[in-house]
């Protein structure tokens, strides 16, 4: 091997962030950190607490809660401890066979976890309903785009509990309306369906199979192989070619059995009561199994193809497929990264982490001082940059402003003599000397008035 070549080798390879995950950076940071203190406050307002649960479960927890056929669990999850006997398994239908202990998997959502923890934890004792939400990342291996990635975070909730009211639906949503209207989200549009029970969607999925089978050779390849695994799945389809087709299929609403009927009609009336405006979407399904009647999507501006930023419904019996008791549920989750996304484009994000007070300091014992007083600004709530070299006034008061700060806080040999500080107003270059306990007033004051 030539020299040059081995020398080649020794160069440390560069790592970068695996492909569908980001690194979230400061200024945005700032709009998420925003974001997640609206939800604690609104959640919180409507009597919801916060759960936290673990980032993986068990592999089948996800397998008999979100579906084995479904894209999510049979392709998308990244599985520990012997992936490929687990999909083998699946494509087997033998899934029933492997010990829940077998294999963990990174949690693609969290519905089902917290439904677990419902169970685990004895919950149904606890004033029902019991309100949860949760935030945090998810991972799926989905095909990677604008608004589509492998680590991507959702703020969710759950209502569990023995009752399945109309206004426990409705006030949900509201929540989640009142959550976007809190960070002025722009073009929100909430869609809702209602999909049936078990009583009447496996009537309707017959019939869809039936009509959806007569009109084969019209539609595309992703809608000829659902009209197999999940003809539902067909009225989601965005082909162009395959919406005048969509527009004939039998609709759900005209098969809904008594019961669901009247409850999908008494939520539209408690949505009415609470000022929420919302459009009926018949194609609205969701794509995870478990969910039934209600069914809500919200999407909003800026987000091209990938416009859906929550999703939600109604998932009784969810809870007794996992182990536990006979429990109603319903939730949604919504996609933070999409919810940022939208909120950036209409310029909603901040632009920069800029500083109150950035303090340019001379000599040793300015120095101190300058210590002394970031300590006390810091103290006070303000966000303080203190040097910690020694820098010329010209080119400190430069940083200062590429940092977008406030103001500078000037100490040299002067002002700690004289024990009255320099504030400049970097907008307008004006100055005033202020002894210590004034400096902070006056801080204050501005603050209060710019605030
Ligand atoms: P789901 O859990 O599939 O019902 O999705 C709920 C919401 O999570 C969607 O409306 C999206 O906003 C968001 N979401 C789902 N998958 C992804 C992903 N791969 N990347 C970013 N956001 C996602």
């Known amino acids: 091997m030539s020299e040059g070549a081995a020398k080649k080798e020794e160069k440390p390879r560069k790592f970068q962030a695996i492909r569908g995950t980001r690194d979230l950076l400061p200024p945005e940071t700032a709009l998420w950190n925003r974001v997640e203190q609206t939800a604690h ?193 067909v009225l989601d389809s965005k082909l162009e070619s395959e919406q005048g087709i969509i527009a004939t299929l039998p609709r759900i609403a005209d098969h809904l059995c008594e019961d669901c009927a009247a409850h999908y009609a008494a939520v539209k009336h408690q949505l009415e009561m609470r000022g929420v405006i919302y459009r009926e979407n018949w194609r609205l399904v969701r794509g995870l199994d478990y969910y039934m009647r209600t069914t809500f999507e919200i999407t909003a501006r800026g987000l091209g193809s990938q416009n859906a930023v929550c999703g939600g419904g109604r998932y009784d019996g969810l809870v007794e497929l ?71 006034f010209g080119k400190a008061l430069g940083q200062a402003d590429k940092l977008g700060a406030k103001y500078a806080l000037i100490l040299g040999d002067n002002e700690v003599s004289e024990g009255l500080w320099t504030l400049k107003t970097l907008a307008d270059g004006s100055q005033a000397k202020f002894t210590e306990p004034d400096l902070l007033d006056h801080l204050r004051k501005s603050k209060r008035v710019s605030s």
């Not at 089948?60 to 990244?78: C, H, N, P, Q």
């Not at 990174?106 to 149904?124: D, F, K």
Request: net charge negative; aromatic share 8%; with cysteine.
């Open 41 to 233: 406050e609104v959640f919180s307002n409507f009597g919801f607490g916060e759960i936290r649960v673990p980032i993986f479960e068990s592999t089948d927890l996800f397998a008999r809660s979100i579906g084995a056929e479904t894209d999510v669990v049979s392709k998308e999850m990244y599985t520990f401890g012997g992936f490929e006997e687990f999909s083998a398994k699946v494509r087997e239908g033998m899934l029933s066979e492997m010990s829940p202990e077998e294999m963990i998997s990174l949690r693609p959502e969290a519905t089902a976890s917290v439904c677990r923890a419902y169970i685990e934890h004895g919950m149904q004792q606890l004033p029902q309903p019991v309100k949860l939400y949760y935030m945090g990342p998810m991972f799926r291996r989905e095909r990677p785009q604008k608004g589509r990635y492998r680590q991507f975070y959702q703020i969710g909730a759950e209502v569990l509990g023995g009752s399945d009211a109309p206004a426990i639906d409705a006030e949900v949503i509201e929540m989640v309306m009142t959550f976007f209207d809190r960070l002025e989200l722009q073009g929100v549009q909430l869609d809702i369906n209602s999909i049936g029970d078990r009583n009447c969607r496996p009537k309707y999925v017959e019939l869809l199979r039936t009509e959806l089978l007569k009109v084969k050779d019209k539609l595309g390849p992703d809608s000829q192989r659902r009209i197999e695994t999940n003809p539902l799945r």
């Open 322 to 392: 996992l182990g536990g008791p006979p429990t109603k549920g319903i939730g949604f989750a919504i996609g933070e990264d999409r919810l940022i996304l939208s909120l950036q484009e209409s310029g909603k994000g901040p632009a920069q982490q800029g500083r109150d007070v950035y303090i340019a300091w001379m000599g040793e014992r300015a120095h101190a001082t300058a210590i002394r007083a970031a300590k006390d600004l810091r103290k006070a709530g303000f966000s303080v940059e203190l040097p910690p070299v020694e820098q010329k």
